[in-house]
Each structure stands twice: as C-alpha cells, then as structure tokens.
C-alpha cells in the first residue's frame, strides 16, 4: 500500500522551460511534505519542504504547491536549468518519513 | 565538515556472510537513519535512533540490526545476508528539531549473491 505516490517515473523538459513534478498521497494524517533531489552515486538532497498548514512555499526557483483536498503536492521549477536533472523524490511525514518512488527529471538544451 | 559518510561504498557478500556497514556524522545531530532503496521504489526506513543508546525498527527491520554506541556512529548489521538484501543502502541524520530536513550519505551499494 502505497502511501506516496509519484506516478511519472520520469520527465523531459525543454531549458528554460517550466518542469512540474507531482505527488500524490492517501494519508491525510502526513503533516509535513518534503521535496528531496538525488543525483547518480549521490545521497538524496534536500529542496524545499511545506507544512501541513500551508498551500505554498517558494524559494527561489522552486514552488512547492499543496492540495490538501485532493491530497496532492506538486513542484515547479521556474526556468529549468541543465542542472536540474536528477532524481526528485517527495516526501511525507507521520511520526516518519514516507518516501515516493521519484520522477526521473531531464532537461534538453 | 564531512557531513554523513557511509563505509563502505561497495560491497559483494555471498548468501549467509555477515557484514556490518558504518555510518559518521559530524553535525552533532541526536537522529540518525538507516534506509534501503530498491529500483522502482521510494526509500524504505530499516531502523533509526533518536539518540545515543537508542535504536528502533522502521518499516523493513527484519534481518538487520542497529547499533548506536555513539553519538557520532551508527553501525548497520547484515548477521547472515541474503540475495533480498542487494540494495542501496543511505544513512541520514538530522537535529532533533527542526523542518525535519535529513542530510544523507552517499550510499553504499550492496549485492548478495
């Protein structure tokens, strides 16, 4: 039973383009959403994170959205750099971290 | 500052050997993490500890112990391996408060044959 779900295993976006990666999940007790980055032969990193409380988060390039009746979470990447390919992974938390499978970012020059 | 650093990066095991994989910190943070992914899924939690002394079963702890004798270290034991352990093994810490932002290792890459 999948609590988090990335449902695109991958993405290819022009540069400078908008990338727009999405999660989705089940439990509506999760009262923290982190965005992790992860490139090859690397630990994850992390990006930007939303409470529970919030809709939106935003730290320079990157937007985190949240839906809390849809229970879906959503980052923006405002203009896509080569740089931003690698591995996202979102995140959730109930006592522990609950990690999707993450969506594979590409981005074409 | 190192950060995490996980030892050691690769490993081939046969079924039935032991090993046991070490994860530093040099932030001071009280928790410490074990987790393992595995192609097409999300990082599972194998075991973690709020502090030193302390340990506690995550999501997948079955056939792994923890120990944590120091603050610093958090050791990761595989006492009889088997091919359902070839994974990528991360190892993450982070303060006791906070965002609950977790700093990772590199990871080590483990197969059991």
């Known amino acids: 039973d999948q609590q988090v779900k990335q449902n695109s295993p991958s993405l290819s976006v022009q540069e400078g383009r908008i990338s727009i990666l999405n999660c989705d999940y089940t439990n509506s007790m999760f009262d923290y959403f982190l965005w992790y980055k992860k490139y090859p032969a690397e630990g994850p990193t992390f990006l930007i994170s939303i409470s529970s409380i919030k809709d939106k988060n935003e730290d320079g390039r990157f937007t985190v959205f949240l839906n809390k009746s849809a229970k879906h979470l959503s980052l923006h990447i405002v203009p896509s750099q080569p740089g931003d390919s690698a591995v996202y992974f979102c995140a959730a938390r109930n006592y522990q971290l609950i990690w999707g499978a993450g969506t594979k970012l590409i981005i074409k020059p | 500052n190192a950060g995490v650093t996980q030892t050691p990066k690769f490993r081939v095991l046969k079924t039935g050997q032991s090993m046991t994989l070490l994860c530093a910190q040099d932030m001071n943070h009280e928790y410490m993490y074990w987790y393992r992914q595995d192609p097409g899924m999300g990082l599972r939690l194998i075991h973690y500890s709020v502090g030193e002394g302390t340990t506690a079963k995550g999501e997948v702890p079955d056939g792994y112990n923890v120990s944590r004798l120091k603050k610093q270290n958090f050791l990761l034991g595989l006492e009889s391996a088997a091919p359902s352990q070839t994974s990528v093994y991360f190892c993450?810490?982070?303060?006791?408060?906070?965002?609950?932002?977790?700093?990772f290792g590199p990871g080590t890459r483990l197969t059991v044959l």
């Open positions: 993450a810490s982070r303060i006791r408060a906070g965002n609950n932002e977790q700093f």
